[in-house]
């Protein structure tokens, strides 16, 4: 009798244990997975972002994310202009969302070795957006403000790339859903924890 119940209770010891630690492993596991990820792999180069890969991740993108993508990869494409209209509330957010798209793509394009993909990358300011026309050679990407639009989204339409945003975090992470249309369509990327 008395060695029934020391098995019954280390049974039940371990039984207690086993639940004890898969629960624990759960909530290690969920601390993880909310934890933000700002940085990608990409043909062994990191790139490091300002904002949440994950969160930039779920910005809608239309047509679809391949044809953004395609956008980049086209061999017509010579220049990358970024269009904006000046505005005292968004220039500073501007002037990093044009850092931050002519350097990654600029480092995207650099993974293409020995072939060499030259772009020229340019900003300019614009009065307005009803006059934004196609032009061969050029991909035109633009940077519209909550004023014209009241979603976050990027949408991709013949050489040109909108990027629209509600505030200035959704500017951040419509960058970076650019940015990983991009790098997706020439290859993939992995989120680095």
Sequence with gaps: MKVKFKVKTFLTTLAFLLILSIFILAIIQLIISLRPVKYVKYKNIIFAFRD???AAERIPVYPNEKIVGQQFWDYKIQNITILFKPDERYNKYYQLAAFELT???SQMYMTLRPLIIEKSFSAQEIENFDNI???DGTLKIILLP???SNQTIVKASSNRIYIHFKNSRDLDLAVIKTILCA???NGNYTLIA
């Design 183 to 185: 790098l997706k369509y």
């Design 133 to 135: 026309t196609r032009e």
């Design 103 to 105: 350097y990654k793509l």
């Design 52 to 54: 949440d890969v994950k």
């Design 146 to 148: 909550p004023e014209y």
